[in-house]
């Protein structure tokens, strides 16, 4: 080996091989190299095997009803969504603003225009909601007495609807019973369908329930047929 200095830079040259390393140089190191892309591969080839089938999803849930809905959403096959408008039919239907509802009077939900709010606003539901049984047959005791009152003559009479409250009224602690003239006055305002929603009688006895309910069909059975506005 020699050592050559040249413009301040040593130069080393070798001659040969030099047969013996210095204790104080690191071995030599040994670097392998591998595909990690097919290594990659293998590791996932190798996982999906041991994989065990995933169970069965189980069938989704049905959906509840709007705990603040008050309309009647239970559907009757044989009677279309405006049939006995404006008191008896079911709420509006949010296509036919749209002019994209295809069912046209067919469908399930009212396509005459409203002239109030058939849905109260959160506030007047959430007071609703803190009335006990007592006060609801009074809401609905009055309230029916008003629609009476204003019933129009292609609708038919509420007599059954109005005794089958009077009936459970009777047997109620008439002093518990208290409800708000504003309250009143503006739930009365709404339709009778939305007065008998389940916001208003779904905490009501099951059999009187039910007897609201079949009552209210029976009343759409016997309202005309709807005609094009």
Same mark, same amino acid.
């Given at each position: 080996m020699t050592l050559v200095l040249k413009s301040s830079f040593i130069h080393l040259q070798e001659h040969g091989r030099l047969t013996s390393?210095?204790?104080?140089?690191?071995p030599k190191l040994q670097v392998r190299c591998q595909n990690t892309t097919d290594k990659y591969l293998e590791q996932v080839q190798h996982r999906a095997t041991n994989l065990q089938?995933?169970?069965?999803l189980p069938p989704?849930?049905?959906? /509840?009803?709007?705990d603040d809905e008050m309309a009647d959403e239970e559907q009757d096959p044989e009677f279309p969504g405006s049939? !006995?408008?404006p008191e008896l039919c079911r709420r509006p239907c949010v296509f036919v603003g749209h002019g994209s509802c295809q069912a046209g009077l067919d469908c399930r939900f009212c396509h005459f225009t409203h002239d109030r709010g058939f849905r109260p606003s959160k506030r007047l539901r959430n007071k609703m909601? !803190?009335?006990?049984?007592?006060?609801?047959?009074?809401?609905?005791?009055? !309230?029916?007495?008003m629609k009476a009152a204003q019933l129009a003559q292609d609708l038919p009479s509420f007599h059954n609807l109005r005794a089958m409250i009077e009936h459970a009224w009777a047997n109620v602690d008439q002093t518990a019973a208290h409800?708000?003239?504003?309250?009143? /006055?503006?739930?009365s305002?709404?339709?009778?369908?939305?007065?008998?929603g389940d916001q208003v009688i779904g905490r009501l006895d099951p059999v009187l329930y039910q007897q609201i309910r079949q009552?209210?069909?029976?009343?759409?059975? !016997?309202?005309?047929?709807?005609?094009?506005?």
């Open positions: 390393r210095s204790k104080s140089l690191p089938p995933l169970p069965p989704p849930p049905t959906p /509840a009803p709007e049939r !006995g408008h909601r !803190g009335l006990n049984v007592p006060s609801i047959l009074l809401l609905l005791r009055n !309230g029916l007495q409800v708000e003239q504003t309250l009143q /006055a503006r739930v305002s709404h339709p009778v369908s939305a007065l008998l009552e209210l069909t029976a009343l759409r059975a !016997g309202c005309p047929e709807p005609v094009t506005p």
